[in-house]
């Protein structure tokens, strides 16, 4: 790999212990990309809960520190696994919140701003058009790559906080043209109408395109989605298909028509009502029980928030009910009165988590939950291997069926 | 009979263990009971497998980033594959495999690897010289 003079010194620890270990671990994951050199990058973002980090995760961190890691650039966090305001009514254990608690501080250390979100092209400061950064969320990713025309890779939280230390990342994957162009094209059959309808198609085209480097193209949309609609729909693609990048005819813009992105040429596959339909009927049926409705994955915006908080108003659960939001939403829709009328119904609404990045296995066992509903495509893909058995329907229904105890 | 089986550079150190085979894809906070060391998803090929010790042969990698932490965690438990080997890894597995120093390698020259391999071979693994060696016999 090609190094300037300063990636050099780095390299020989003259930077510090912290950042030679940085540059080490980007030139074997380069190596094995084939990175010809490194790109700077405008910011980082990291994925950092305890569950996945584990003892092991939160000694590297801390160790870290001690070797004096600072970031070079703005890096912040993706949500968090334990609301330190609320974690044992969920469950969760003292010596999760203490792990929690650790690697917050070694964060704080490091100069990270902990905004514990995923929504951060929602609510800190969106990426823009041919942006290198280094994100740490495969949703954050998708939207940031397709709809703000953004340039980043998945960066695992070692890979994030990487970039993070030494302000670049290695040249790879989507930080290069070539491999930004379409290489699946998809017509689009049937309108989705609702933010589960879009996630619905995400995760369908997701499943279709099945791998990092493949990039889809979609067509026949008569609609823009909003940066919600647009949202799940990502969220659902990264998720089913670990894609990190999709085009949408005449609306995101690298894509203003087909031939900018390479697909004029390319076989059409269609997607109908019936794929769509195929992909919903693994995820529930009407009448089944369920012990828990989640609306999360990806975080509620503020406008999701008062669409929830309008379904909501004047009724009363028989499920529990787990929202989650980002710590910037949660303030606002405090003050607004949203957190009120949700909370009034018997749901909880935790601030910085995400479900499924929160020790799900133990908070299900702890609180006996295992058919889970949700309106996020995505979540019911994860859940699974956590020993849920999820389904899958609109707010509004979820809504509806959290006061029944059953989807209705 | 020695089969030898060409890929792209891959990461991590040489080493040597029995294959678990499938034709489907992998991420660890989908698929794995962690703490038991098993494929836990029902709809995974392997689950109820344990993959502890395994050189795991599998399609692509699927999922969130959280893997990466996640081989890591795995790999201080020592409850963690020897190796993993895909046709295609997405970024995430390849950044973990870095930090764990977890021997991983992908892209096969010739064709579908979880073709090539059948659990139960005994496979060598060169990530350095994108070699990997079943030693059947």
Redesign the interface.
Known sequence: MNLTDEEKAMLAGEMGEAKRWAID?QI??G???DAPDLVPVSQAHM???P???????GD?LEDMVAKGARVAIPMIT?PRGVDLNHYRPLGQSEEMATLERRMIAACEKMGILMTNTCVNYQTIMPPVLGDHVAY???GVVIYSNSICGARS????????LAAGLTGRTPR??LHLDENRQATRRFVVREQPKELTDWGVLGALVGKLA????AVPVIEGLEVVPTSDEAKHMGAAMA?F??TPLFHMAGITPEAETLADVGADKLPVEEITKADLDALRAGFGAKGDKIDVVVFAAPQLSIVEMQALAAQCAGKTFKSAVIVCTSPQVYPDATRMGLIDVIEGTGAKVLEGTCF??QYA?EIGEANGWTRLLSNSAKIV??I????YTPALASMERCVASAVAGEIV | MTKELKCHKGIGEKVQGIALVADDNFSARYDLDRKKGVFSRPAHKLCGQSYHDKILVLNTSKGGVASAWMLHEMKSRNICPKAILFNTANTILAQGAALANLTMCDRFEDGDVTQLIQTGDEVIVDPEQGLVTVVNG
């Open positions: 671990h074997k994951v190596g094995m990309f994925m950092a809960d569950e996945s980090l584990g003892e092991a995760g590297f993706d740490g969320d495969t890779n998945f960066e695992g939280g070692p890979s994030a790879y994957g099945g791998s990092y480097w998720s298909g670990s499924y990045n296995r893909n994860i699974s291997g956590y020993g």
